[in-house]
């Protein structure tokens, strides 16, 4: 009886040890579909599993719904990490949501810049890549290459100017920097809102998804638009001769960061591919796939390549990051008055 006994209690241990060492080695993420998330299993997803042997299965989610599930389920989170890029880790560190992270724990947390791991012992997932809003223009049709902010508001571009609705995260970001650029700040944004209603008059058009500028590029002779860096990349693919600079002014910055799940069971795992997200190989990948700036100091890229966006010492320090809280706290408010510009 005693053996039966200690068999049954064996094979228990051994089931439970089992299905233990199985949930230790899968990890659930969000990531952003299409051609980000095919870059994100190259750069980081593939190896993570080839060198752990660990599975990890996907979610496409966007930082919005993502953060949704997550505020949704907080008492058992679907998510071991999890991917933002509008700012929701400072909300979601604050509600406890989200782990805090010992910078000791992660090898690669020393090669990156102080603004990307600024926060992680608060629960602020590292950035390890930066979307960084400056200037496209056409290089070939555009009777100069642009250098400030200002110049958006130049006669020279007038009819040829595209504008982004503040719908859309990037357009949003240009829009804080033109206002910025002329005198405004986050508690008025009137300078902004003036910019735009005469930059309208003059002919210029505004759109509301990156498409939409493509198609502007290509078909309506657009020289000048304030977006995303990784999009001149877009454009020359396209066929276009399009080419990215930052304004003097300053470069507002969309932090793409990776995250820790509180209350769930595969911390050390976790840790190993949020590590692995931050490191000097992964970065230079996301940077060569996609033309997101790195955070690791340590990255390194060719020069056509690093000319697509913010990069190195000199290519980070101008970057700008709007709060995201206040952000958020006047988004509705801030649509209705653009909504309001642009109907004139």
């Given at each position: 009886?005693?053996?039966?006994?200690?068999?049954?209690?064996?094979?228990?241990?051994?089931?439970?040890?089992?299905?233990?060492?199985?949930?230790?080695?899968?990890?659930?993420?969000?990531?952003?579909?299409?051609?980000?998330?095919?870059?994100?299993?190259?750069?980081?997803?593939?190896?993570?599993?080839?060198?752990?042997?660990?599975?990890?299965?996907?979610?496409?989610?966007?930082?919005?719904?993502?953060?949704?599930?997550?505020?949704?389920?907080?008492?058992?989170?679907?998510?071991?990490?999890?991917?933002?890029?509008?700012?929701?880790?400072?909300?979601?560190?604050?509600?406890?949501?989200?782990?805090?992270?010992?910078?000791?724990?992660?090898?690669?947390?020393?090669?990156?810049?102080?603004?990307?791991?600024?926060?992680?012992?608060?629960?602020?997932?590292?950035?390890?890549?930066?979307?960084?809003?400056?200037?496209?223009?056409?290089?070939?049709?555009?009777?100069?290459?642009?250098?400030?902010?200002?110049?958006?508001?130049?006669?020279?571009?007038?009819?040829?100017?595209?504008?982004?609705?503040?719908?859309?995260?990037?357009?949003?970001?240009?829009?804080?920097?033109?206002?910025?650029?002329?005198?405004?700040?986050?508690?008025?944004?009137?300078?902004?809102?003036?910019?735009?209603?005469?930059?309208?008059?003059?002919?210029?058009i505004v759109v509301s998804t990156s498409p939409e500028?493509?198609?502007?590029?290509?078909?309506?002779?657009?020289?000048?638009?304030?977006?995303?860096?990784?999009?001149?990349?877009?454009?020359?693919?396209?066929?276009?001769?399009?080419?990215?600079?930052?304004?003097?002014?300053?470069?507002?910055?969309?932090?793409?960061?990776?995250?820790?799940?509180?209350?769930?069971?595969?911390?050390?795992?976790?840790?190993?591919?949020?590590?692995?997200?931050?490191?000097?190989?992964?970065?230079?990948?996301?940077?060569?796939?996609?033309?997101?700036?790195?955070?690791?100091?340590?990255?390194?890229?060719?020069?056509?390549?690093?000319?697509?966006?913010?990069?190195?010492?000199?290519?980070?320090?101008?970057?700008?990051?709007?709060?995201?809280?206040?952000?958020?706290?006047?988004?509705?408010?801030?649509?209705?008055?653009?909504?309001?510009?642009?109907?004139?």
């Amino acid at each position: 009886m005693q053996v039966r006994l200690a068999s049954a209690v064996l094979a228990v241990s051994t089931l439970v040890s089992g299905a233990a060492l199985a949930q230790d080695k899968t990890l659930v993420i969000n990531s952003f579909g299409g051609a980000y998330e095919e870059a994100h299993r190259r750069c980081v997803i593939t190896p993570f599993e080839q060198e752990t042997g660990a599975s990890v299965k996907i979610t496409t989610a966007y930082s919005a719904d993502a953060f949704a599930q997550l505020r949704a389920q907080q008492a058992a989170p679907q998510y071991d990490v999890i991917h933002f890029s509008g700012g929701q880790e400072i909300v979601g560190a604050a509600e406890g949501l989200l782990a805090p992270i010992d910078a000791a724990k992660l090898a690669n947390a020393g090669d990156l810049y102080d603004f990307a791991k600024a926060n992680i012992a608060k629960g602020e997932g590292p950035a390890y890549s930066i979307a960084a809003i400056g200037l496209l223009y056409n290089s070939e049709a555009a009777p100069k290459a642009p250098t400030s902010w200002k110049d958006i508001t130049d006669p020279a571009f007038s009819e040829h100017l595209v504008l982004t609705d503040i719908s859309n995260g990037y357009g949003m970001l240009g829009f804080l920097m033109l206002n910025q650029a002329l005198g405004g700040d986050l508690d008025t944004i009137q300078p902004g809102l003036d910019a735009v209603a005469k930059l309208l008059e003059a002919g210029a058009i505004v759109v509301s998804t990156s498409p939409e500028i493509q198609q502007e590029f290509a078909q309506n002779d657009a020289w000048l638009a304030a977006y995303a860096s990784d999009y001149a990349y877009t454009l020359r693919k396209a066929g276009l001769p399009a080419k990215f600079v930052q304004g003097s002014e300053g470069t507002p910055a969309s932090f793409i960061t990776a995250n820790l799940v509180a209350n769930r069971p595969n911390h050390d795992l976790a840790l190993k591919f949020i590590d692995m997200t931050i490191s000097k190989s992964a970065q230079e990948c996301f940077a060569n796939a996609l033309r997101y700036s790195p955070t690791n100091a340590k990255a390194e890229l060719a020069a056509d390549v690093a000319a697509d966006m913010a990069y190195g010492e000199a290519g980070v320090k101008g970057l700008i990051r709007f709060d995201p809280k206040t952000i958020e706290a006047n988004r509705a408010s801030w649509v209705e008055r653009w909504n309001k510009t642009i109907a004139r």
